[in-house]
C-alpha cells in the first residue's frame, strides 16, 4: 500500500520487531500476494511465525483483513502449507501464528504467499505485522 499520513505498508516493517508496524496490500492486488525473505548466506530454517494481523491495536487488527492460509516456498525446493485456525480475537491481536516444518533446511530464500484471509470489519486491505524464521 502507498503511505499514507506518514505510515507506511513496505515488506521491511514484517522484520522490524514492532507490533505497530505491518506490510499491507490491497484486496485488489492479493492474488498471489507474495513477500520473500533473502539472505546473501545459507541459513538453517525450521520453521516459521507471524503476526497475521495489523497488531496496533484490536481495532485496527480487526478492522482489516488477517492472514487465514499460507503457502510457504523454500529455496531448496520445499514448501508447506499452513492454516491459521482460528481467527483472531480481541484479545489476541498480537499472537503468533507458529510453524515448525518436518525437517530442518538451509536455504537463501523463504517465500510466504497468502492464499487465503479473514475478511476486515471494515478495510480490505490485508496485514502482515511481523514474520520470524527459527
Known amino acids: 500500500l502507498p503511505k499514507y499520513k506518514n505510515i507506511t505498508y513496505d515488506a521491511a516493517n514484517v522484520l522490524d520487531g514492532k507490533y505497530?508496524?505491518?506490510?499491507a496490500y490491497s484486496e485488489k492486488d492479493d492474488s498471489g500476494a507474495v513477500i520473500t525473505l533473502s539472505s546473501d548466506e545459507s541459513v538453517t530454517v525450521r520453521g516459521i511465525r507471524l503476526t497475521p494481523a495489523y497488531a496496533?491495536?484490536?481495532?485496527i487488527a480487526l478492522a482489516n483483513n488477517r492472514v487465514k492460509s499460507i503457502?510457504?516456498?523454500l529455496s531448496d525446493g520445499a514448501s508447506y502449507?499452513?492454516?491459521?485456525?482460528?481467527d483472531i480475537g480481541a484479545d489476541d491481536y498480537a499472537?503468533?501464528?507458529?510453524?515448525a516444518f518436518d525437517e530442518a533446511h538451509e536455504v537463501t530464500w523463504?517465500?510466504?504467499?497468502?492464499?487465503?484471509?479473514?475478511p476486515g470489519d471494515k478495510y480490505t486491505d490485508t496485514c502482515?505485522?511481523?514474520?520470524?524464521?527459527f
Open 56 to 59: 496496533k491495536n484490536n481495532r
Open 95 to 99: 499472537r503468533l501464528a507458529s510453524f
Open 81 to 86: 502449507d499452513f492454516v491459521i485456525e482460528p
Open 110 to 118: 523463504v517465500s510466504i504467499e497468502v492464499t487465503s484471509v479473514y
Open 128 to 133: 502482515i505485522s511481523e514474520i520470524a524464521l
Open 71 to 73: 503457502h510457504v516456498a
Open 20 to 23: 505497530d508496524t505491518c506490510w
